[in-house]
């Protein structure tokens, strides 16, 4: 059975880091593409960062400098390091994995995780 799950999510101040976990267990493996996605109260699911098997990192614009996915393939683990953040990086933010990176500008990912909460206050 396919399986990501997330942790490491919650609440801090403006300026402040977190560090998110994404586990993969099952098909998934570190031949994946492996991605973060967001979604904020109100607004559409977007894309924050995604990290290819040759381990080539493209960020949304809005986090660029802020935030930085990697992965440890001993672990089958992915993360996104997130820096100095802002009130408007509150939201759900979900990892994901596909065989390929193909589909993450739509969105489109095989797997995802059950999502996890960062909440940012000012």
């Known amino acids: 059975q396919v399986q990501l799950v997330e942790s490491g999510g919650g609440s801090v101040q403006a300026g402040g880091s977190l560090r998110l976990s994404c586990a993969g267990s099952?098909?998934?493996?570190?031949?994946?593409?492996k991605a973060w996605f967001r979604q904020a109260p109100g607004k559409e699911r977007e894309g924050v960062a995604v990290i290819d098997r040759d381990d080539k990192a493209t960020y949304a614009d809005s986090v660029k400098g802020r935030f930085t996915i990697s992965k440890d393939n001993a672990k089958n683990t992915h993360y996104l390091q997130m820096n100095d953040l802002k009130p408007e990086d509150t939201a759900m933010y979900y990892c994901a994995a596909d065989v390929t990176c193909v589909g993450y500008a739509g969105g489109i990912m095989d797997y995802w995780g059950q999502g996890i909460l960062v909440t940012i206050t000012s």
């Open positions: 099952g098909y998934i493996n570190n031949n994946y593409c």
